[in-house]
């Protein structure tokens, strides 16, 4: 069978820049802690592909180092989400109808209920703006979708006779859920994965855009946008290069994710053959 | 089709035309903060007195753009020659916006209104040296000072030293009633503060109907009112990086001012390792000036080498001490105990002097080990944890008020910077009253708080000020927070 072309694209974009993430731990075309003000907003040229920012700094290497730290946010925060949204909605599943399955699914009701941005705001507003406080916001919210997700899908397995048979056999709740009904909903949770990991990359950058992300000198897409927003009558290509890196990896990573679903999900498989 | 558009196109330049020629009596005025309230003589707000000072409220003295003190409401004044005695004589004939008149009897309630015990003065040190006020006859009225104090004239020029009514003070705050050339009309909170002009005003008339003050602290925000014509002048515009583009425009005119305020990198002196001298000169010589003027400002302020206004005649160029020497910086820290640097903390309020320019000297600390971590804060919480709170390492401010190096006399002010030596400097000043003696004591007071390296003296904020081409009589300088539209005209 061929792989669907969007998962080729999608996966050529998110692996592009995770690429730049990972090559700017070890290397960069500048150094971005320096600032050169009498160079500063040059057009891209062949000494600064990308151009200069408003502090002379290289975009370029800006780009490299904020998409680590997109990266790493988004990626901690899909951690927390899914670290305790599966287990939450497992243990939903197993405990299908009973008080403990109401307590679970009406707390992620209650936290699915405010807008995600807003509270994010609340959180680092209150705690302080870090990076740090920025991938807890997130996470957070990340919580009720894997949960939710989880509980649907293993509630359909749980009538099934395979899992019939397990329990049958003698086998717990906790040992059915983790040998037979995880495996069969993992693939759900990686396409789920990817599209919450750019959903992460967006709310990273808003959040930094206003100012309650990643503090300076840390690099960070919202931010420069941010920062080059009064430039844009000037120096277009200050705001228009972190503004394109956003779009370009939220788009692959949406693109890798339904790739991957149509390539994973099985009904879809069913539906093509 | 076509037409149609030519027919748009014709109708909304006619209403553009009419709109432009009605606004010929009428002038729109942006700034970037609003005011908390409208009564000068009882909040620090700055934005309180760029809407009063001089359209609404006078003083017995008044500054002018330059910076001169010249007589407001009183006519003339007299002093003993013991330097104790002010006699002011009132111009005659003055009266409040709402009909009554302004006498000694209104000077005396507003003077010992703000230096009583309860006052709410911001600036209660102003009247400190008062002792007495009395009325001698209703238009003249005597101030009496324990001591000499030889910027009394200079004091009661200040946008809280105005004189107000006793019938009208308590509502002044959201209902102000002063003896301007404009009366207050309307305020919208959150959008915008009307002023009418004053009919029965004592000088010359306003040449302006009315005037609306606006509100606008995005700097995009505030690039696209000015270049729509949404507002007619902006002062203190706050993206200096747009400032060419509004020069190149023939529909603009920029004007780049002088303040008052000295922008400095302040360093908590109680804390270590601030409280050792050669760190903090190591800090000064970390420090490119020009870089951050640049970077930051685009450009537009004067480097300063201490706390005092480059544009006032008593001004000592100490730049030279904590010149640009990165090298000379290590080997100060070395000497200070600290061969590898140390990390300290840098907070930074909202203005883009403080956040562009907090992220370029956080690059040059780095360069000779000092890891500045920047927090960026709102005003609220600056004034509450850096400012009151003590808590901080080092944070960028500018302070604006004319004339105040006595803030490095007190021990409590945020920098917390004790010296006894300077202390006594300052209540010497206090009291001296010979203009060349004064001189020589502003020099040593300023030589002396260089070569502390209290602070990183950074530079004297400039204030850009951009308006539509032809208006005429605006304050180029900011020698107070004021936007004086007394004398302002369109062509």
């Known amino acids: 069978m061929t792989l669907p072309r969007s998962l080729i694209l999608g996966t050529f974009l998110s692996v592009l820049f995770l690429g730049a993430a990972l090559l700017s ?14 160079s500063r907003l040059q057009t891209p040229s062949l ?50 109808g009973s008080l403990l399955d109401e307590l679970i699914m009406r707390g992620n009701d209650l936290i699915f209920a405010f807008p995600s941005l807003v509270i994010a705001i609340l959180i680092t507003a209150v705690f302080g703006a870090s990076a740090m406080n920025a991938i807890v916001a997130i996470g957070i919210f990340n919580i009720p979708v894997f949960a939710r997700l989880t509980r649907g899908a293993a509630l359909s397995l749980w009538s099934r006779d395979f899992i019939l048979a397990a329990r049958v056999s003698g086998k717990s709740a906790t040992r059915i859920s983790v040998e037979h009904i995880l495996p069969n909903i993992a693939n759900l949770m990686i396409v789920q994965g990817t599209i919450q990991f750019s959903l ?37 290509h200050v705001a228009l290069m972190p503004g394109l890196a956003i779009v370009f990896m939220v788009l692959g990573l949406n693109l890798m994710g339904d790739g991957l679903r149509d390539l994973l999900d099985p009904r879809l498989q069913v539906a093509r053959t | 089709m076509k037409h149609l558009t030519a027919l748009i196109l014709a109708s909304s330049t006619a209403l553009f035309a009419t709109a432009a020629a009605a606004d010929q009596t009428n002038i729109r005025v942006a ?24 359209n609404i409220f006078e003083g017995l003295t008044r500054f002018m753009s330059d910076g001169s ?78 001591e000499p104090n030889g910027a009394m004239l ?56 009315s005037a609306t003050f606006r509100f606008i602290s995005d700097p995009t925000a505030a690039f696209a009112a000015m270049m729509a014509e949404d507002v007619d002048v902006f002062v203190g515009f706050p993206a200096p990086e747009n400032l060419p583009q509004f020069e190149a425009d023939p529909r603009f005119q920029v004007l780049v001012g002088n303040t008052e305020g000295e922008t400095i990198l302040a360093m908590n002196n109680a804390q270590a390792p601030f409280d050792n001298v050669l760190v903090r000169e190591a800090v000064a010589h970390a420090i490119d000036r020009q870089a951050v003027i640049d970077g930051a400002m685009y450009g537009i302020g004067t480097p300063i080498g201490t706390h005092f206004a480059p544009h006032n005649p008593d001004y000592v160029d100490l730049t030279a001490l904590s010149a640009y020497d990165p090298d000379r910086s290590r080997e100060l820290l070395a000497e200070a105990g600290f061969p590898d640097g140390f990390t300290t903390t840098l907070k930074l309020p909202p203005p883009s002097y403080a956040r562009r320019g907090g992220e370029i000297i956080a690059s040059q600390l780095r360069a000779v080990g000092i890891n500045a971590e920047i927090e960026n804060q709102e005003w609220a919480q600056w004034l509450e944890n850096t400012f009151r709170g003590y808590d901080f390492g080092m944070t960028i401010v500018s302070h604006t008020e004319p004339m105040d190096i006595g803030i490095y006399a007190n021990p409590e002010y945020y920098f917390q910077y004790d010296n006894p030596d300077f202390q006594a400097l300052m209540t010497t000043l206090t009291s001296t009253t010979d203009p060349e003696e004064r001189s020589n004591l502003l020099a040593q007071a300023q030589t002396m708080i260089a070569e502390d390296y209290v602070v990183g003296f950074l530079f004297e904020l400039a204030v850009p000020t951009v308006a539509r081409a032809g208006i005429e009589g605006l304050w180029l300088n900011q020698p107070t927070a004021a936007i004086d539209l007394t004398g302002v005209s369109w062509p």
Do not use: C
């Open chain 1, 25 to 38: 731990f070890v290397w960069t075309p500048y150094d971005i802690q320096t600032l050169s003000i009498p």
């Open chain 1, 47 to 96: 000494t600064h592909w990308l151009g200069t920012d408003q502090l002379g700094r290289d975009i370029l290497s800006m780009i490299m180092m904020g998409a680590r730290t997109s990266i790493a946010v988004a990626l901690l925060a899909v951690g927390i989400g899914m670290g305790l949204g599966v287990p939450l909605g497992l243990l939903a599943a197993a405990r299908r």
């Open chain 1, 200 to 236: 992460g990359i967006l709310a990273e950058a808003a959040l930094s855009y206003i100012g309650l992300g990643a503090q300076p000198p840390t690099a960070s897409w919202g931010r420069m946008l941010a920062d080059a927003q009064t430039l844009a009558s000037i120096a277009p």
């Open chain 2, 31 to 54: 700034m970037q903060l609003e005011p908390p309230n409208l009564d000068p003589t009882a909040g620090a707000a700055q934005a309180v007195d760029s809407v009063v000072y001089s």
């Open chain 2, 69 to 146: 003190v010249v007589p407001g409401l009183a006519e003339s004044w007299e002093i003993s020659d013991d330097g104790l005695v002010y006699t002011f004589h009132l111009r005659s004939g003055v009266t409040f916006h709402d009909g009554s008149t302004m006498d000694a009897e209104d000077v005396k309630f507003s003077l010992d209104r703000a230096r009583a015990e309860d006052s709410t003065n911001a600036q209660k040190a102003l009247f400190a040296g008062i002792t007495d006020v009395t009325v001698v006859d209703p238009l003249t009225v005597q101030i009496t000072l324990g």
């Open chain 2, 154 to 209: 200079f004091n009661l020029a200040w946008g809280d030293a105005v004189i107000v009514a006793p019938e009208s003070i308590a509502d002044a705050a959201t209902h102000p009633i002063g003896t301007g050339a404009f009366m207050f009309d309307n305020w919208v909170q959150g959008d915008h503060i009307d002023i009418v002009r004053n009919p029965n005003y004592w000088g010359t008339p306003a040449a302006l109907e």
